[in-house]
């Protein structure tokens, strides 16, 4: 395995066990997916592309994202749902400047109790992750999302 294939795993573990704890209920360790000082953010393409700062959610912290969690699970009110990620191919660049740039497209799928299930949300990942103590983080992570309407069930992170 070359070593771009073999950063490109890398970065696909962390999305993969980043989508896994999502979907099993465990946003209680999103957080733990970041770096101390990080953004997170939840853009429309529009507003990315034109260079719009306006998101539907943004964090510029790790506490700012365990305050966004102890909301989900203990202030907010929503029906019982299940959340499954589709991921496309995951990109992994090396910058010289020790950053790795990284980026996939996903598709999330939400099924609510009694209803049929349907495509909640798709877009792109566009990361800038770091080494921390030989694992890697987010240092930025901007989840674009494709449509212009987006439903008010967001309640999970992207």
């Known amino acids: 395995m070359t070593a771009g294939a073999e950063l490109r795993e890398e970065v696909g573990e962390l999305y993969f066990?980043?989508?896994e704890a999502i979907?099993?209920?465990a946003i209680d360790l999103w957080p733990t997916f970041f770096d101390e000082q990080c953004v997170y953010k939840l853009i429309s393409k529009e507003n990315h592309e034109s260079g719009l700062?306006?998101?539907l959610i943004f964090c510029d912290s790790q506490g700012m994202l365990k305050d966004r969690v102890f909301a989900s699970m203990k202030l907010n009110v929503y029906a019982p749902r299940v959340w499954r990620y589709s991921l496309g191919r995951v990109r992994a660049e090396e910058r010289p400047d020790g950053q790795i740039a990284g980026s996939a497209t996903f598709a999330i799928f939400e099924?609510?109790?009694g209803q049929s299930t349907r495509i909640l949300c798709t877009g792109r990942y566009l990361d800038k992750l770091?080494?921390?103590g030989g694992r890697l983080k987010f240092r930025e992570r901007l989840c674009v999302y494709d449509t212009t309407l987006v439903p008010?069930?967001?309640v999970f992170p992207v």
């Open 111 to 113: 099924t609510l109790t």
């Open 53 to 55: 700062p306006l998101a």
């Open 23 to 25: 979907e099993n209920g």
């Open 130 to 132: 770091i080494r921390v």
């Open 152 to 154: 008010g069930s967001i």
């Open 17 to 19: 066990d980043y989508v």
